[in-house]
């Protein structure tokens, strides 16, 4: 079975996951927790019956040997009964998602907040305004058309929604000409500005910060003169590392005479429409992964994106999937085992990990992941909701993304839901730095 079925953490026994058909998310049950009650996670191989039960089901069954209208095959005896036992489709009341204004886009406001996607260039730090940042993926060394007599910065084009997308060095626009662009495992971070898509491509993609106005600076009048340094416009002191991140000007990089000739080139090479007609409505996710699974939230509802640290503070009497706490800037932030949340076997960390922080009423914690991969735009027609399970823990999930280009369907998390109300008081206070012994 070539089709990837994605698992539902604390989904329903019988629900070996989610698929993709033509676009919608079909719930997979398993025949054999149905019938013979083997609630053992399912192997994803064999055959899928799409069956109407109140809806499409797919049922995965280990094969089908024909079609056949034969009298002496029996149909299976209490085969609805048995389904609504399995998994319960009865239409469950859906949160107002007007509530989930972010809090964070409200600290902004009120308190002069910069959002920074973060990314190394040969060993340096550097930042681009986070509400100019589109996409974040792979360089796909594989999929990249040279264009012919390209600026030396120019690397060539990729396919995106718009046609093609121009990419170009950013180091080689910041003046480190030594610098090799384009390699195996670096990114592409794609940036509009003034509706001019563009790919830059960069090392290493570091972390989301959210500076305060007071901890940017106008970088001096002196490096302003360099050729490379010409395109930083600030630059930012990260709180509590001692660590400096050069921002970036959008405005200063498209101004760049290789990058005007890529656009130039890009205009000639890309279908004609009416970016009015082009453009859906898009709405930006952060995409982790833990174990083989990829998992999204909303970008507007994260704080920032940070390196699992060495030092954490181990918790007595904590609950399992509380890893300790830290200190974030002077404040003290419980970090949450995200694979023991979602039932994902456990693996000793890797330089990858990260810690999602996020603000969750007057809680705030950081939810360690195997790895942060991707900010992707994702348009509304590719959103979807979930199914509704009968599993309350799969709450967590409210839609689905749909991704075109290779099939995946991705289940996107709803924050507020990460932490039930006693979870949330328990971390709270072990935040506040209280011990509590957590009851059954």
Not at 67 to 86: C, K, Y
């Amino acid at each position: 079975m070539a089709a990837h079925i994605t698992r539902v953490p604390h989904g329903p026994d019988a629900l070996a996951g989610i698929m993709n058909l033509r676009g919608k998310p079909l719930p997979i049950l398993s025949m054999k927790s149905v019938l013979h009650g083997d609630h053992a996670r399912a192997p994803f191989d064999g055959k899928i019956i799409v069956y109407d039960h109140a809806g499409a089901l797919g049922l995965l069954v280990d094969d089908v040997m024909r079609l056949s209208n034969d009298t002496g095959s029996h149909p299976i005896d209490g085969l609805a009964s048995r389904l609504d036992a399995a998994f319960k489709q009865t239409r469950l009341t859906k949160v107002d998602r007007s509530r989930h204004r972010s809090s964070v886009s409200e600290l902004e406001k009120t308190s002069r907040i910069i959002a920074l996607l973060s990314f190394r260039i040969a060993g340096q730090l550097y930042g681009l305004p986070l509400e100019d940042v589109r996409e974040v993926a792979l360089f796909p060394a594989d999929n990249i058309s040279a264009v012919a007599n390209n600026a030396s910065a120019v690397i060539g084009i990729i396919p995106s929604r718009d046609g093609v997308l121009p990419i170009v060095s950013l180091a080689s626009l910041l003046g480190l000409d030594v610098h090799e662009a384009g390699h195996l495992g670096s990114y592409v971070v794609e940036v509009e500005h003034d509706g001019e898509p563009l790919g830059l491509v960069v090392d290493e993609i570091e972390v989301i910060h959210r500076l305060s106005e007071d901890a940017i600076d106008v970088v001096p009048a002196l490096l302003q003169k360099g050729r490379g340094e010409a395109q930083i416009e600030a630059i930012g002191r990260v709180s509590g590392t001692g660590r400096l991140i050069s921002i970036l000007s959008p405005e200063k990089l498209f101004a760049h005479q290789d990058v005007a000739l890529a656009l130039a080139k890009n205009a000639e090479a890309k279908t004609i429409v009416k970016k009015e007609e082009n453009r859906e409505s898009l709405e930006q996710f952060l995409i982790f992964q833990l174990g083989v699974e990829s998992y999204g939230m909303p970008v507007r509802s994260v704080d920032e994106v940070i390196r699992v640290p060495e030092d954490i503070t181990r918790v007595p009497s904590a609950p399992p999937f509380v890893m300790g706490v830290i200190n974030l800037r002077g404040k003290a932030i419980p970090l949450i085992d995200q694979r023991t949340r979602f039932d994902t076997p456990s693996i000793q960390q890797s330089a990858k990990s990260r810690a999602i922080v996020l603000t969750l009423g007057r809680l705030q914690a950081g939810f360690v992941v195997d790895e942060v991969s991707e900010v992707k735009a994702i348009s509304a027609s590719a959103l979807s909701e979930v199914p509704d399970f009968s599993s309350t823990q799969a709450d967590v999930f409210d839609r689905v993304a749909h991704i075109e280009q290779d099939g995946r369907m991705i289940l996107l998390i709803d924050p507020q839901e990460l932490l039930t109300r006693a979870e949330q008081d328990v971390i709270a206070a072990i935040g506040d730095g209280e011990t509590r012994t957590v009851r059954p």
